[in-house]
């Protein structure tokens, strides 16, 4: 489980990342990864560097009931350094384990429409996956909004998190989703009630659901997502497909174990499969360790 309000469970594949843009500068994942840089056993005892995690491929055949999948609330998908053939398996994985929907976010979107339009190809019709771009400025918008509109994908979202200045008009045209949020933190940058007005505005003249995830602050909890006396907690259309017996299941991860690993993976490899980023933790360091920390939309 996790406490981000439009997912239900988040899936780090990789870990790790670099600041690309103004809504990096205070990114929440780096943050919490930093402070155990050097813990030895920690799985982020490598701090922020970005790595993929082979232990946690799996992951997402764990979770007891069909689920929104936030996937990489550590890092970004796309980041150059994660291989195609890694990209690829992380997307295998969403294409089998198909009663979960998965939720990806992207500041690379040029890398995402790239691959789409090569390697990926096969799972652009895949109603399961749903590809998204982070907007924090006018400039972000120009930059990504277009190319995720031309990626060849089902399901589009924005998340517009944090908000860091009014948009103006956008357009969004092919865009199935809006996120929006204001920053949280004692470092964070204000968000005004106008920008959100706007926003919202647009998406329902332009009949895009929208999620208000928070106006942020120092003290978020306190400031919560009430806007114009209610919450907004819209969602694109979707439907979960069942998930299989347990012969199934076992049936689609030995296989998924053979072609990645080669053989059916075990435990002194890479540790227990049930553990979650935000509780326990641990794969490629072989460790685990406990942690209640709080995940922010990134990426
Ligand atoms: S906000 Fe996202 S893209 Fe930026 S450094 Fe953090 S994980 Fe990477």
């Not at 009014?166 to 809006?178: E, H, P, Q, R």
């Not at 329902?204 to 106006?215: A, G, L, S, Y």
């Not at 306190?222 to 069942?242: C, H, I, M, Q, W």
């Amino acid at each position: 489980m996790t406490s981000i309000e439009w997912t239900n469970e988040t899936w780090n594949p990789m870990r790790g990342c670099q600041k690309v843009s103004a809504g990096c500068k205070n990114c929440y994942a780096e943050t919490f990864a930093n402070r155990f840089r050097g813990v030895k056993g920690n799985a982020y005892e490598m701090g922020f560097v970005p790595r993929e995690v082979p232990g946690m491929l799996l992951k997402p055949l764990k979770f007891k009931k069909p689920s929104l999948v936030f996937v990489n609330s550590m890092s970004d998908l796309f980041h150059e350094s994660f291989t195609d053939d890694y990209i690829h398996k992380v997307f295998t994985v969403m294409r089998e384990a198909n009663w979960h929907i998965y939720q990806i976010l992207t500041k690379r979107p040029i890398r995402m429409k790239q691959l789409f339009d090569s390697k990926l190809k096969e799972f652009s019709s895949l109603d399961n996956i749903w590809m998204g771009v982070t907007v924090e400025n006018c400039k972000a918008y120009k930059e990504r909004v277009s190319i995720l509109r031309n990626t060849n994908v089902k399901t589009r979202f924005l998340s517009i998190e944090p908000l860091l200045e009014d948009l103006g008009t956008i357009n969004l045209t092919k865009v199935d989703w809006v996120i929006l949020g204001g920053e949280s933190g004692v470092r964070c940058r204000p968000m005004e009630e106008s920008w959100v007005q706007s926003i919202l505005k647009q998406c329902e003249e332009q009949n895009v659901p929208m999620h208000f995830k928070q106006w942020g602050g120092v003290r978020k909890k306190k400031a919560g997502r009430v806007l114009n006396g209610r919450t907004y907690d819209n969602f694109p259309e979707f439907k979960f497909k069942s998930k299989p017996t347990k012969s199934e299941l076992k049936q689609i991860k030995i296989n998924l174990e053979k072609q990645f690993f080669g053989e059916p993976i075990t435990m002194s490899k890479f540790g227990p499969l049930a553990s979650a980023e935000n509780s326990v933790i641990s794969f490629d360091f072989g460790t685990v360790i406990s942690s209640n920390h709080e995940h922010v939309a990134i990426s």
